[in-house]
């Protein structure tokens, strides 16, 4: 059974900083793809970051060299985010895809079908 859960959203001025923390209840075997989305009001949901249990990283264009994603052994996933821009904003959702065999992110990993969803953490950047 996963569960996930964020935390770690507020409200901040552009050029800040905020790390998002994503608690997450995986079996200790097997193989992941996790992802941060996001989603502003009036806007589709976007993918923001990801990361699989192989270690490979992907970043949306409009956050390569301010966000960061990496995981502990909590276990949890986090989202380190430098320079936020007031486009930023939105509800940050953590979502997972796991599987007892093998699963990787891939170059598209936005398209997967990620089974699990957290329930947001909302991050409002003012400028």
């Known amino acids: 059974q996963v569960q996930l859960a964020e935390s770690g959203g507020g409200s901040v001025q552009e050029g800040e900083s905020l790390k998002l923390t994503c608690a997450a209840s995986?079996?200790?075997?097997?193989?992941?793809?996790m992802a941060w989305f996001r989603q502003a009001p009036g806007k589709e949901r976007e993918g923001v970051a990801s990361?699989?249990?192989?270690?490979?990283t992907t970043y949306a264009k409009s956050v390569e060299g301010r966000f960061t994603i990496h995981h502990d052994n909590a276990p949890a996933l986090y989202l380190q985010m430098n320079s936020l821009k007031p486009e930023d904003g939105g509800m940050y959702y953590c979502?997972?895809?796991?599987?007892?065999?093998?699963?990787?992110?891939?170059?598209?990993?936005?398209?997967?079908?990620?089974?699990?969803w957290g329930q947001g953490t909302q991050v409002t950047v003012s400028s």
């Open positions: 995986v079996p200790p075997y097997g193989s992941w793809c």
């Open positions: 979502a997972a895809l796991w599987s007892q065999y093998f699963v990787s992110c891939g170059d598209n990993p936005y398209a997967l079908s990620f089974e699990h």
């Open positions: 990361l699989d249990t192989s270690g490979y």
